[in-house]
């Protein structure tokens, strides 16, 4: 054949357009191939592709319904990547634009490439301006397109076989994913203030992930990087991050990117292969399927890699708020050129009429893919018994079909064996999480023993596209359960499958640890099914409640002691466990309700009655009402045995004393951090020790995460009396046990986090040469702690509003007043509507606000809020406690700066007296009271200074 200077591409639509163009072109001398016998819905002939082949530049007329023909995408794309390969996709692609905009023209770099306007009738202009650029383009390339390379495929990682098999069309979707993908790196087309970051999305069945999949293996030579693939089905937005966890470790393992691998963390994880992905320099795609629609936007972001621009994200999910940070890709019904090609791979037809045919039956069945498919497959299965005409009538005019895609369903539901009916039937009682096959295999075989085999079955449904295989678990498609739900005659009772399939879980809660855990979501959504008894879904919601409480997910595990307790007169040791999980997320006032129902539940005799008077005093320290508090715990004190307050006595080893248990424990920790809330610094230090020194000598399994739960305790009273190193290590330790047993991002895991930043920010009197960098990590730290726990607790929860003051502290330590001025500011509105203006938390995070005005030299503010801070402190804390100290130092200094200079010295002078006994010696507190009042005869200017060198650290500018 021939080479021609010139392929012209072209919709069907635009026929005449295109012939007066060519025409034009040969008239000038241009060699041009032009298809005469395009029609709408075929694939590329052997003529076009060898003529694409032997063509120099592909001339695009690139009209508004382009995008939408499949020949067209085909040539396009073998034309961008044999300019790829030389460096420059659209150096053999010239565009011609007839519409007013350039929205629609895909991908980007074709709208970034200078394109020619569309020539009216006679404009002489016009075609010589498209003839010279077609003719630079002639000059700045050797040789024709070439053969398609489709060939060059990149490595793929992923636990799937590489692209999409079956899969056709879709071309506008895949050069408008591409185009989103490769913006940034074609900034004069469109501002861009983002990564390559893209969200697939589009409704159940639509064909995301094939999208995505046929995506990365047609544009494979764009990432010779590699494919990283990473499958999240069936994961929840409560396990969502163990699931990319153990997806990212896979793709760790493979990387190799370091010798820790499987013992990292998902933060760890991402940085090391993030890292690798950014040291190696060329182009990757990085594609997250199936996340879970309800992930709040700001987790989304946690699963991103900072590898830098050259790593390229799809994010697909059903649905979702995602289009709020990153563009979207809109996966909706198949074009109907695209629809037909689908049904044509399964039912080949040869006439016109039956082509029509199927065109009548692609729009009836709206463009969705699974539809689609499912169609394609019962035309082919039905072929010689009726016309093609024929079936498609009988889908099309089914009077019962109130949707297409479950009509189908329906459809393909008829041939089901009993045991294949069964799963399904199974699958209905979830909420679409994967199930093991161990699990289904337990479930059928107690009501079905004597059936055939369930592999067999199993595949049988995957081969009818009912059930989709992820490793060794299975997925029943949302579209096919509901159809299942509506039409599907029950095998068993529902009631009798909901009874079996309880038993069966709460089973397996106490046999398979892993297999349990991956039952979770399934028991959670069969703990609401309306044909569970009370009793059983009672049992799951308490299954589910230590699951959550294990795992340090004590909101979760709130949640469910509330469904489980909410009929019937429950016992007291749930009541205790309600109390407790209520207590751990930091709600108190139903932990106060729970606590009080469990006191006056109990017996006598009951030793759950001292748990309960425990955990009620816990809850009123939590509320600020410690002195509803205190005589609960001189009760507890008094039940306590004698070593109550320091471990073991006298020769009995440790671990030996009678009567330590869990509830022992518990009450003690209880009653340690109550000494250490009242300020009795030093009682609450020696009791912290003796309670570590005595869990470390108890089996793991019964003191583990209370062992983790009193070194917090101790490394926070480190902190607060000068032992700044020996508070890191401690709080060191506590996230060591955690990332050793793989609960990185449990409960005391996140509280040890906390402890350790506050370390770093809280100097050590005799620490000269500290690192700002650790600041600036510490500070981070609490800044992202604060942003999950106000997506997992809510921003008016306990556990958050400390954080929240805490990272106020933090934005001080920095030298950041304004930006802690404004954030405590917001956190005391809060905090005033939660608890009121004499929470303990109230009142230190307004000594804090005090703080920030007077680094912003605004005396008199900080004088008034001090005063107001000490003033409260006083009265609910006493004289001795470290936050009166505290506050009753910045109220003398803040005295002193506005001048009055004997009240702020007695002030100061109270300090220095009362500190020792509380704090010792050996502490910032101490030891700036005392160069205070040795100062005292200094006048208003020097004390000035003397204040900047006082603050925890010296003033940076505002600037994070």
Not at 151 to 172: K, L, M, N, Q, S
Not at 223 to 228: A, K, S
Not at 324 to 352: H, I, N, T
Not at 456 to 461: C, P
Request: net charge neutral; glycine share 8%; charged share 25%.
């Amino acid at each position: 054949m021939n080479a021609y200077d010139v392929f012209l591409s072209f919709g069907g639509h635009d026929r005449a357009k295109a012939e007066r163009i060519a025409q034009a072109l040969r008239k000038r001398d241009l060699t041009v191939f032009l298809d005469k016998n395009i029609r709408t819905g075929e694939g590329v002939s052997e003529t076009i592709e060898r003529a694409l082949a032997s063509s120099r530049t592909l001339l695009v007329y690139y009209s508004a319904g382009y995008p939408s023909r499949y020949a067209c995408q085909f040539e396009l794309t073998a034309a961008l990547l044999a300019g790829q390969r030389e460096g420059d996709p659209t150096g053999r692609v010239v565009v011609i634009n007839p519409e007013p905009g350039e929205e629609h023209l895909f991908p980007v770099e074709l709208a970034d490439a200078s394109f020619a306007r569309a020539p009216r009738y006679g404009d002489k202009a016009a075609l010589d301006a498209l003839e010279a650029a077609i003719r630079r383009r002639l000059g700045s390339v050797r040789g024709t397109i070439g053969e398609p390379r489709f060939t060059e495929r990149p490595r793929w990682i992923a636990d799937r076989v590489a692209g999409a098999h079956g899969f056709v069309g879709r071309y506008r979707e895949q050069w408008q994913l591409h185009s989103q993908l490769r913006r940034a790196a074609y900034p004069m087309v469109r501002q861009v203030m983002a990564g390559p970051v893209v969200a697939l999305l589009g409704v159940a069945g639509a064909g995301k992930s094939a999208l995505a999949a046929a995506y990365a293996w047609q544009f494979g030579a764009a990432y010779p990087g590699g494919v990283h693939w990473l499958d999240l089905s069936g994961a929840t937005a409560s396990d969502v991050t163990a699931r990319y966890t153990h997806e990212l470790r896979r793709i760790a393992r493979t990387l190799r990117p370091g010798p820790a691998v499987g013992r990292a963390d998902a933060a760890e994880l991402s940085a090391a292969v993030s890292d690798h992905l950014f040291t190696a320099a060329r182009p990757a795609l990085w594609v997250v399927d199936d996340l879970p629609p309800d992930l709040d936007p700001t987790e989304v972001q946690r699963l991103l890699l900072s590898a830098g621009p050259l790593v390229h994200t799809v994010l697909i999910s059903r649905h979702g708020p995602l289009a709020e940070f990153m563009p979207v890709v809109e996966l909706g019904a198949m074009s109907a050129e695209d629809a037909q090609v689908l049904l044509r791979e399964d039912c080949p037809v040869d006439s016109e009429d039956e082509r029509r045919a199927l065109g009548v039956l692609a729009e009836r069945l709206g463009g969705h893919p699974l539809s689609l498919r499912l169609a394609g497959r019962q035309l082919r299965d039905r072929q010689g018994l009726c016309s093609v005409g024929d079936q498609v009538r009988r889908l099309v005019e089914d009077p019962t079909v109130l949707d297409p895609a479950i009509g189908l369903v329906r459809a393909a539901l008829d041939p089901l064996t009993a045991q294949q009916r069964l799963v399904l039937q199974l699958a209905t009682m979830g909420a679409g999480a994967p199930l093991p096959a161990g699990f289904i295999a337990d479930v059928v075989t107690a009501l079905r023993p004597r059936e055939g085999d369930l592999g067999d079955a199993l595949a049988g449904l995957r081969e009818l596209m009912l059930a989709t295989r992820i490793e060794d678990r299975w997925e029943v498609h949302a579209i096919v359960r509901e159809a299942a739900r509506r039409y599907l005659d029950p095998v068993v009772p529902d009631a009798d499958l909901a009874r079996l399939v309880a038993e069966q879980l709460l089973k397996q809660s106490g046999e398979h640890g892993t297999e349990s855990d991956r039952l979770m979501p399934f028991a959670a959504a069969l703990a609401r099914h309306p044909l569970v008894a009370p009793d059983a879904c009672h049992a799951l919601h308490r299954m589910l409640s230590v699951f959550h409480q294990d795992r340090g997910e004590p909101v979760e595990a709130a949640r469910h002691w509330d469904r489980a307790l909410a009929s019937g007169v429950p016992a007291v040791p749930d009541l205790l466990r309600g109390a407790r999980a209520h207590l751990d997320a930091g709600q108190y006032e139903q932990a106060e309700e729970y606590a009080s129902r469990a006191r006056e539940a109990a017996a006598p005799d009951d030793p759950g009655g001292l748990s309960a008077v425990g955990l009620l005093a816990q809850a009123l320290d939590g509320l600020g009402r410690s002195e509803a508090a205190d005589p609960h715990w001189a009760a507890v004190r008094a039940a306590l045995p004698s070593s109550g307050d320091t471990g073991h006595t006298g020769a009995d080893p440790p671990g030996s004393e009678p009567g330590l248990d869990q509830a022992v424990i518990e009450l003690r920790l209880g009653y340690l951090k109550s000494r250490r809330l009242r300020g009795d610094m030093r009682a609450a230090l020696a009791h912290a020790g003796a309670l570590v020194n005595l869990l470390a000598h108890e089996p793991p399994e019964l003191a583990g995460h209370h062992l983790q739960a009193a070194r917090i305790e101790l490394a926070i009273l480190q902190l607060s009396t000068n032992a700044q190193r020996e508070a890191r290590q401690t709080a060191e330790s506590v996230q060591r046990w955690y990332h050793d047993h793989g609960l990185p991002d449990h409960m005391n895991a996140v509280t040890a986090q906390t402890v350790l930043a506050q370390a770093w920010l809280t100097l050590h009197l005799l620490e000269l040469n500290p690192d700002p960098a650790n600041w600036r990590e510490a500070a981070e730290t609490l800044g992202q702690q604060r942003e999950q726990l106000r997506r997992s607790h809510g921003p008016m929860n306990d556990r958050t509003l400390s954080t929240d003051v805490e990272y106020g502290n933090a934005l001080l330590c920095l030298g950041r007043p304004t930006a802690a001025r404004e954030h405590l500011t917001e956190t005391i509105s809060r905090l005033d509507r939660r608890h009121g203006a004499r929470h303990p938390m109230t009142l230190r995070a307004r000594l804090l606000l005090a703080r920030s005005h007077a680094q912003l030299s605004e005396y008199d503010t900080a004088k008034e809020l001090s005063g107001q801070a000490y003033t409260a402190l006083l009265a609910t804390l006493g004289p001795c406690h470290p936050d009166t100290l505290h506050a009753q130092y910045d109220l003398g200094v803040a005295l002193v700066l506005t001048g009055s200079h004997r009240p702020g010295l007695r002030m100061l002078s109270a300090v220095r007296r009362t500190a020792p006994s509380t704090m010792g010696r050996k502490n910032d507190l101490y030891a700036q009271s005392v160069a205070a009042t040795a100062l005292g005869f200094l006048p208003g200017p020097v004390w000035r200074m003397v204040d900047r060198l006082t603050k925890d650290r010296p003033h940076t500018d505002e600037t994070p």
